[in-house]
């Protein structure tokens, strides 16, 4: 099993402004993810993240808008820049195990 | 992106009955899992079923899996109150191990 702690654990911030989503696993993983979860909605893979190389970001997410970071084995980081209203919601970072995924508790994040 | 579809959208049931879930995807996979989330709070790992295999129970819940049809089904017997939540199903792709990507949920109301 796999302990990921993430922080914030919610913001309310301002439209226009940045949010980095910081996270950390309690052991030494190849791949972290990020998913996005709209209220109501489904989680939605943002991007994977290696380490040592650029992440790799799914259809409709461009770097410039959420940057990742991943400097070593057990930490990444997601920014959610130039927010506006419409990116309010639950930002989720995750590691795969053997039998499940393992997920962080969640940033809630409002954009006012 | 997803995956996929589940059905229903939403569920309806007395406490007692059974509830069957769907979902389908439309690339080949590794295996499929289910989550549970409960309102405003963290995903459960429920069960997960590998490509090579047709059907898995644990406890109350059976899950099948059709890879010709790609298609696999949840089903909660003898449903009770507090299994009143959102189900997930996730498939990890053949094409990249370890990412998984979720559907878009069936929300199931257990009426006591």
């Known amino acids: 099993s796999a302990v990921i702690s993430q922080k914030p654990s919610r913001d309310i911030c301002q439209r226009g402004t940045s949010l980095t989503i910081q996270c950390q696993v309690d052991s030494q993983v190849t791949m972290m993810f990020w998913y996005r979860q709209q209220p109501g909605q489904s989680l939605t893979l943002i991007a994977t993240a290696n380490q040592g190389s650029e992440a790799t970001y799914e259809s409709g997410f461009v770097i410039d808008k959420f940057p990742i970071s991943r400097p070593n084995l057990t930490f990444s980081t997601l920014t959610v820049s130039n927010m506006s209203p419409e990116d309010s919601s639950i930002y989720l970072c995750?590691?795969?195990?053997?039998?499940?995924?393992?997920f962080g508790q969640g940033t809630r994040l409002t954009v006012v | 992106s997803q995956q996929g579809e589940e059905d229903p959208q939403a569920l309806s049931i007395q406490e007692g009955e059974n509830a069957t879930m769907n979902c389908s995807y439309k690339t080949s996979i590794n295996n499929l899992q289910w989550y549970r989330q409960n309102s405003g709070r963290g995903l459960v790992h429920l069960i997960l079923i590998r490509s090579n295999e047709r059907e898995k129970h644990s406890g109350r819940l059976r899950v099948t899996l059709d890879t010709s049809k790609k298609s696999s089904s949840l089903l909660i017997t003898a449903s009770r109150a507090a299994d009143t939540a959102s189900y997930f199903c996730?498939?990890?792709?053949?094409?990249?191990?370890?990412?998984?990507?979720f559907g878009p949920g069936t929300s199931l109301s257990v009426i006591p």
């Open positions: 996730a498939t990890e792709l053949k094409t990249s191990y370890d990412k998984v990507i």
């Open positions: 995750s590691v795969r195990g053997r039998t499940e995924a393992f």
